[in-house]
């Protein structure tokens, strides 16, 4: 007998009774239906299926700032535009725009207008022309608003339904087993109508946490969700949303409760007639990051957040060692869901990711080359009061300047490298601009601003910029062509679809290697990456090339021979060998 097909309303019921068991769920199932799908908002009859069909080797994207691109006389969000027809297009097809709100810290994660476009940006229109010729992803910056936002006005003066949107704590609370990624007192005290009130502050105190025990914060979000998709959102990346649900005595971090509501989320956007993704952003230790994919029914996409901290010490170390044994762990993403791999973002570099993969001794050459190179290091507090790396805060391509041994003349192709594994890897490729500009590290941007991430956030005056990419011996220049290059040719390979076949090659550790099948197994690529400053030659036997085959290498045109033929890799130097290039 064929399975009766559970209504939506059933279906949200379900996860509402988990997340609010005190409460009636139908009666809030039909609020979250309204919420998400206002006014007869057109709907699927069925939840779109898990499948491969959300995305394709031909998704990449550029994950930059609203006014990463300035000249003092248009529109960011207008500048942006225009830089991405003119530079992006057939490079990348989406684009990560960060916070694009009225804000009042944290470059835009401390929104205090979650229905407005900074007008310093631009407004809504702008936000859509982008949409309309590249996939978009938004932000919905849900743990937290800003301190100066209306929300958290309305709280202190005790209106409601802002009266009870914001999470109260006492101080005489054992708080000890809080998880949280800064220094900085977690409770702040502020007045109110009410008399004082202690407020959660996960981030800082200007980022007030909100209290999801609260279905009127969920429905409120599911609003937002809405507003975003009808203005051409087709990714919305939940930031930070481990931290949603707080129970005072835990960690606080990953509670069923807060996987529940993703659940929800997930649930929502597959009865959409949208194709929208769900990107969960949760910088954490490998095991605890995966959990977001759930069973199929959290998280579309997650972010490979172990990735950036492994590449970094593959490449100033001259070899893939715990590169390789991290990946060789890893397990395919389940059907319907896929990694998004980056090394560099708008963040510094996460070091929790790395727990239990790099070991303390190979962490800290890491942090001290960092240094070495004008980078700078970001603390968390821990729960014995002592404190440990969270970030390290540089670009990535400043990053690439020099190794264990010191700088040397292998930069631009040291960065080259790291990129190109970015992009071979299962999954979808992510860019921040600042990588594919080659943007130096802004210590200026840290002096005036008293902020370390800020050596990652240059503001690029559009006129100098283009000078710059005008010019092509410079730095920016050369870079921005040659990852240019690479994903034109990526976006046609089939063995490059984001879930397509991987399997880690066990070779020399100055080599990275994967080999990626398509879905179709019709081609297959062997993408080869030497992470050393050494000449290393390869045997195609230890490829397992077929022979009879006639392999090239997408890179560079060359044909391989597989018998008799060895494989030499120059330092730095990436091969993309494959039967059947597209």
């Given at each position: 007998?064929?399975?009766?097909?559970?209504?939506?309303?059933?279906?949200?019921?379900?996860?509402?009774?988990?997340?609010y068991p005190?409460?009636?769920?139908?009666?809030?199932?039909?609020?979250?239906?309204?919420?998400?799908?206002?006014?007869?908002?057109?709907?699927?009859?069925?939840?779109?299926?898990?499948?491969?069909?959300?995305w394709s080797?031909?998704?990449?994207?550029?994950?930059?700032y609203?006014?990463?691109?300035?000249?003092?006389?248009?529109k960011?969000?207008?500048?942006?535009?225009?830089?991405?027809?003119?530079?992006m297009?057939g490079?990348?097809?989406?684009?990560?725009?960060?916070?694009?709100?009225?804000?009042?810290?944290?470059?835009?994660?401390?929104?205090?207008d979650?229905?407005?476009?900074?007008?310093?940006?631009?407004?809504?229109?702008?936000?859509?022309?982008?949409?309309?010729?590249?996939?978009?992803?938004?932000?919905?910056?849900?743990?937290?608003?800003?301190?100066?936002?209306?929300?958290?006005?309305?709280?202190?003066?005790?209106h409601?339904?802002?009266?009870?949107?914001?999470?109260?704590?006492?101080?005489a609370?054992?708080?000890?087993?809080?998880?949280?990624p800064?220094?900085?007192?977690?409770l702040?005290?502020?007045e109110t109508?009410?008399?004082?009130r202690?407020?959660?502050?996960?981030?800082?105190?200007?980022?007030?946490?909100?209290?999801?025990?609260?279905?009127?914060?969920?429905?409120?979000?599911?609003?937002?969700?809405?507003?975003?998709?009808?203005?051409?959102?087709?990714?919305?990346?939940?930031?930070?949303?481990?931290?949603?649900?707080?129970?005072?005595?835990?960690?606080?971090?990953?509670?069923?409760?807060?996987h529940?509501?993703?659940?929800?989320?997930?649930?929502?956007?597959?009865?959409?007639q949208?194709?929208?993704?769900?990107?969960?952003?949760?910088?954490?230790?490998?095991?605890?990051?995966?959990?977001?994919?759930g069973?199929?029914?959290?998280?579309?996409?997650?972010?490979?957040?172990?990735?950036?901290?492994?590449l970094?010490?593959?490449?100033?170390?001259?070899?893939?060692?715990?590169?390789?044994?991290?990946?060789?762990?890893?397990?395919?993403?389940?059907?319907?869901?896929?990694?998004?791999?980056?090394?560099?973002?708008?963040?510094?570099?996460?070091?929790?990711?790395?727990?239990?993969?790099l070991?303390?001794?190979?962490?800290?050459r890491?942090i001290?080359?960092?240094?070495?190179?004008?980078?700078?290091?970001?603390m968390?507090?821990?729960?014995?009061?002592?404190e440990?790396?969270?970030e390290?805060?540089?670009?990535?391509?400043?990053?690439?300047?020099?190794?264990?041994?010191?700088?040397?003349?292998?930069h631009?192709a040291?960065?080259?490298?790291?990129?190109?594994i970015?992009?071979?890897?299962e999954?979808?490729?992510?860019?921040?601009?600042?990588?594919?500009?080659?943007?130096?590290?802004?210590?200026?941007?840290?002096?005036?601003r008293?902020?370390?991430?800020?050596?990652?956030?240059?503001?690029?005056e559009?006129?100098?910029?283009?000078?710059?990419?005008?010019?092509?011996?410079?730095?920016?220049?050369?870079?921005?062509?040659?990852?240019?290059a690479?994903?034109?040719?990526?976006?046609?390979?089939i063995?490059?679809?984001?879930?397509?076949?991987?399997?880690?090659?066990?070779?020399?550790p100055?080599?990275?290697g994967?080999?990626?099948?398509?879905?179709?197994?019709?081609?297959?690529i062997?993408?080869?990456?030497?992470?050393?400053?050494?000449?290393?030659?390869?045997?195609?036997?230890?490829?397992?090339l077929?022979?009879?085959?006639?392999?090239?290498?997408?890179?560079?045109?060359?044909?391989?021979?597989?018998?008799?033929?060895?494989?030499?890799?120059?330092?730095?130097?990436?091969?993309?060998?494959?039967?059947?290039?597209?």
């Amino acid at each position: 007998m064929t399975k009766p097909v559970t209504s939506l309303s059933q279906r949200v019921s379900e996860f509402l009774a988990q997340i609010y068991p005190e409460m009636n769920a139908d009666i809030l199932a039909s609020q979250v239906i309204e919420a998400f799908f206002p006014e007869e908002t057109p709907r699927r009859k069925r939840p779109r299926a898990p499948g491969n069909n959300l995305w394709s080797e031909k998704d990449a994207l550029l994950i930059t700032y609203g006014n990463s691109i300035v000249d003092g006389t248009h529109k960011p969000l207008d500048l942006l535009h225009d830089f991405l027809l003119e530079y992006m297009q057939g490079v990348v097809n989406g684009v990560h725009i960060l916070p694009f709100f009225p804000f009042t810290s944290d470059d835009g994660f401390a929104v205090t207008d979650y229905r407005a476009v900074n007008p310093a940006l631009g407004d809504w229109p702008d936000i859509n022309r982008i949409g309309a010729d590249f996939l978009l992803m938004s932000d919905l910056v849900l743990n937290h608003v800003s301190s100066q936002g209306a929300w958290f006005n309305a709280y202190r003066q005790g209106h409601a339904p802002y009266d009870r949107f914001f999470f109260e704590a006492d101080p005489a609370d054992d708080l000890s087993m809080v998880v949280r990624p800064r220094t900085t007192p977690l409770l702040q005290e502020v007045e109110t109508s009410n008399g004082p009130r202690h407020v959660w502050c996960t981030f800082s105190h200007d980022q007030i946490d909100l209290d999801f025990r609260n279905p009127e914060v969920l429905l409120e979000f599911l609003r937002i969700m809405r507003l975003h998709v009808d203005n051409g959102v087709r990714i919305i990346r939940l930031d930070a949303v481990a931290f949603i649900w707080k129970v005072v005595g835990s960690p606080s971090i990953h509670l069923t409760e807060t996987h529940a509501i993703v659940r929800l989320m997930r649930l929502l956007c597959d009865f959409a007639q949208e194709p929208i993704i769900l990107l969960t952003e949760t910088n954490v230790p490998n095991a605890e990051n995966l959990s977001y994919f759930g069973n199929r029914n959290e998280a579309h996409a997650v972010y490979n957040f172990t990735l950036p901290p492994l590449l970094l010490h593959a490449m100033m170390s001259g070899s893939a060692e715990y590169l390789h044994r991290w990946q060789r762990g890893m397990p395919p993403a389940q059907l319907g869901c896929a990694y998004l791999n980056f090394s560099a973002s708008h963040d510094g570099i996460g070091m929790r990711p790395a727990e239990g993969v790099l070991p303390e001794e190979e962490k800290a050459r890491v942090i001290q080359t960092v240094r070495d190179l004008g980078g700078l290091v970001s603390m968390r507090a821990l729960p014995d009061g002592g404190e440990s790396p969270y970030e390290l805060n540089i670009t990535f391509f400043e990053a690439m300047g020099g190794t264990f041994k010191g700088r040397d003349d292998y930069h631009i192709a040291r960065f080259i490298c790291s990129q190109t594994i970015v992009m071979s890897l299962e999954g979808i490729p992510a860019f921040y601009i600042h990588s594919m500009l080659a943007t130096q590290n802004d210590h200026d941007q840290v002096a005036r601003r008293g902020m370390n991430r800020a050596i990652n956030r240059h503001n690029w005056e559009y006129p100098a910029l283009k000078a710059k990419l005008d010019d092509p011996d410079s730095q920016h220049a050369l870079v921005l062509s040659a990852l240019s290059a690479r994903l034109r040719a990526r976006s046609r390979q089939i063995a490059f679809h984001p879930n397509a076949t991987q399997f880690t090659l066990s070779l020399d550790p100055r080599i990275f290697g994967v080999w990626r099948q398509s879905l179709d197994r019709a081609q297959s690529i062997f993408a080869l990456h030497n992470v050393s400053d050494e000449r290393v030659v390869i045997q195609p036997h230890e490829i397992n090339l077929i022979e009879g085959a006639d392999w090239v290498d997408v890179l560079s045109g060359e044909h391989i021979r597989v018998e008799g033929g060895d494989i030499p890799m120059a330092p730095y130097q990436c091969r993309w060998i494959t039967n059947r290039a597209g």
